[in-house]
C-alpha cells in the first residue's frame, strides 16, 4: 500500500512520541547531492521512522514488508515505479534486489536530487548492489540504536579528546551515577525499549532474537541448527571486548571454525556486532592482528548471556567488559550518526601493551584508556609512551570512566566522564 506521509511521530513502549535523531541533517544533506539515500543499520533501530520524520510533503512511503508489494517489486520493477512515483521511500529494500538497476535508470535519466529513500537491514548484500548498480548515485548512512546524547536529547558531536569537545560538553554532561549507567547498558538502544518498562526487555529481546534468524540469518546463509546460531551468538557475547579466537569459539560451540568465521561475518554484516581492528603499522611487526569482538547493542548482548538486571551486571564478572562495550560504541555512533566516517582502532604488542581505543583523524592518533572507576591514575595510561616509540604524531589522550567532572591527568591527557559521551 502506497502512504502519503503526514505526520511525524511514532510509538514508544506504547507511547506517541519522536526522539529526534543526531543522523537526520546528514539525511537532509545527503539528500540535497543525491538522488538516491540509503540508510542501512539492524533490525528495530528507527530507519524507517527517521526517514519518515524528515520526508517533505508529498514523498510517499512503500514497504517491502508486505508481501504483495515485494512480490511486484521482484516479479516487474518497472511496474512497481510506474505505480509507486517518486519522491518515494522505499523500505526493507534487500528484499528486492531487482529493483536496483531500474532505480539507476531513473536517476540518470532525471538525476533530481533525493529521488529515492532506501531502507535496508542486510548491509552485505546491500553494499554488493549498491556498489555495482548505484556507484556515485547514493549517498549512503549508517543507523544505529539511540546513543546517550539522543536519549537524554543532548547535542552529539564526533568524539575527539581535545579541549574543543570537552568544552562543548562540559554544560551539557549527563552526570550518573554508577547504577543509572548501568541501567542504560543494560537496557539497550534500540527505540522500543525507550520508555518501555523493565518487564518487557527479556521478552523484547527473545523476539527480537527469534525473528533476526529466522528472517535475516537464514536469508545469508544455510546455518542448519537454530540452536547452535543461538549458542554462538551467546558465546560471541561471552566473549566481548576479546581478540576474536575462531578455535576457541568453535570448540565451545562444537562446530568448525569455517562456521564460525561465516557467522561472525553474518553478525558483522547485519550490525549487530563491531570487528575492532588494530592497530597497524610498518615500523613494528610486533602489534597484533586480530579484531576485537563488541556488540552494538549491550542489551543484546546482556539478554544473551542472561544478565537479567542491571544490578547483577554491574557486580557480575563481565561488568568491565560491557562498560567498555558501551564507551566503544558510543564512540562509534558519534561519527556515524553525524554522517562522518570513524576511523577507531586498538593497539596491543606481543609485549602485552596495550591501548583500548585509537582514534584516527587527520593524521593524528587520540588514545583511549576506558576503565570503570571514578579515580584513574597515570598508570592507566602508561602504554601511550608506545605511539611516542613508534614515531606517531598523537594528539590529546584520554581517559573515559566514572568520574563526575572532567580533570587533567597529564599535560596532554584528560580524565572524562562517560556522561560526556
Not at 533501530?45 to 517489486?73: H, M, Q, W, Y
Not at 516479479?75 to 528484499?95: G, M, S, V, W
Not at 576457541?248 to 563491531?274: C, E, F, H, R
Request: charged residues 25%; neutral net charge.
Amino acid at each position: 500500500m502506497l502512504t502519503k506521509i503526514k505526520y511525524h511521530f511514532y510509538l514508544v513502549g506504547g507511547s506517541t512520541l519522536y526522539i529526534k535523531r543526531d543522523i537526520e541533517s546528514s539525511i537532509r544533506k545527503l539528500s540535497s547531492f543525491f538522488p538516491v539515500l540509503l540508510v542501512t543499520g539492524p533490525r528495530q533501530v528507527g530507519k524507517t521512522t527517521v526517514l519518515k520524520n524528515c520526508a517533505e510533503p508529498g514523498r510517499s512511503f512503500v514497504s517491502l514488508d508486505t508481501l504483495e508489494i515485494r512480490e511486484l517489486a521482484q516479479n516487474d520493477p518497472a511496474l512497481f515505479l510506474q505505480r509507486y512515483k517518486t519522491p518515494l521511500i522505499i523500505d526493507e529494500i534487500q528484499y528486492a534486489p531487482q529493483l536496483f538497476s531500474y532505480i539507476k535508470a531513473a536517476a540518470d535519466t532525471d538525476n533530481i536530487p533525493g529521488m529515492f529513500w532506501l531502507t535496508g537491514s542486510q548491509q552485505f548484500l546491500l553494499m554488493k548492489d549498491v556498489t555495482e548498480s548505484l556507484a556515485g548515485r547514493a549517498g549512503i548512512l549508517n543507523l544505529q540504536g539511540f546513543s546517550y546524547d539522543e536519549k537524554f536529547q543532548k547535542k552529539s558531536f564526533p568524539f575527539i579528546p581535545d579541549r574543543t569537545f570537552i568544552s562543548r560538553k562540559e554544560n551539557d554532561c549527563i552526570g550518573d551515577g554508577i547504577n543509572a549507567v548501568y541501567k542504560q547498558i543494560w537496557k539497550g538502544s534500540y527505540p522500543r525499549l525507550y520508555t518501555a518498562a523493565d518487564e518487557f526487555w527479556e521478552a523484547f529481546y527473545s523476539s527480537y532474537v527469534q525473528t533476526y534468524i529466522e528472517r535475516d540469518v537464514r536469508s545469508l546463509t544455510k546455518i542448519g541448527s537454530e540452536t547452535d546460531f543461538l549458542k554462538f551468538m551467546k558465546a560471541s557475547a561471552a566473549r566481548i571486548g576479546n581478540l576474536l579466537d575462531y578455535a576457541d569459539m568453535a570448540k565451545d560451540i562444537g562446530v568448525s571454525q569455517p562456521t564460525v568465521k561465516a557467522w561472525i561475518s553474518i553478525l558483522n554484516a547485519s550490525g549487530i556486532v563491531y570487528l575492532l581492528q588494530p592497530y597497524s603499522t610498518n615500523l613494528t611487526n610486533r602489534i597484533v592482528k586480530t579484531p576485537k569482538l563488541y556488540f552494538m547493542d549491550t542489551g543484546l548482548a546482556a539478554y544473551l548471556c542472561g544478565w537479567k538486571t542491571p544490578e547483577v551486571l554491574e557486580t557480575g564478572a563481565m561488568n568491565g567488559a560491557f562498560f567498555e562495550d558501551f564507551v566503544i560504541t558510543e564512540i562509534l555512533k558519534s561519527f556515524i550518526h553525524n554522517g562522518k566516517a570513524a576511523s577507531l582502532y586498538f593497539y596491543r604488542d606481543k609485549e602485552k601493551k596495550e591501548i583500548d581505543l585509537l582514534i584516527d583523524e587527520n593524521g593524528m592518533l587520540y588514545p583511549v584508556e576506558i576503565k570503570k572507576t571514578a579515580a584513574p591514575s597515570k598508570a592507566d595510561i602508561s602504554d601511550f609512551s608506545v605511539l611516542d616509540k613508534l614515531r606517531i604524531s598523537r594528539g590529546p589522550g584520554a581517559v573515559i570512566c566514572m568520574a563526575q567532572t572532567h580533570l587533567p591527568l597529564t599535560v596532554s591527557d584528560t580524565v572524562i566522564p562517560v556522561g560526556y559521551m
